[in-house]
């Protein structure tokens, strides 16, 4: 068996037996995603949506340090 056919598992456990699984064994893991309020998996899109949840671009949003308002005018000042 080769580093392709399978991989080692690494438990939490030290002491735990190592666990390799051949590809044949595994399971696929199923995405799911939002669509139109709803969920759905992405499998059963269609060609075009597939290219759509591909193309997809994540973000992170950062933390504002602080956050003073100015009662006079209204405006929030960062």
């Known amino acids: ?3 392709k056919e399978a991989s080692t598992l690494s438990a939490e456990n030290p002491d735990a037996p190592e666990i390799t699984l ?3 064994e595994r399971q ?3 995405v799911w ?3 139109m309020g709803y ?7 269609n060609v075009g949506k597939q290219g759509e949840h ?3 671009k994540f973000f992170v949003e950062s933390k504002v ?3 003073e308002k100015v009662e006079k005018t209204g405006v929030t000042h960062v």
């Open 1 to 3: 068996m080769n580093s």
């Open 22 to 24: 051949r590809d044949d």
């Open 28 to 30: 696929p893991c199923e």
């Open 33 to 35: 995603t939002r669509v």
């Open 39 to 45: 969920h759905r998996p992405t499998t059963s899109f």
């Open 54 to 56: 591909a193309e997809r």
């Open 65 to 67: 340090e602080k956050v």
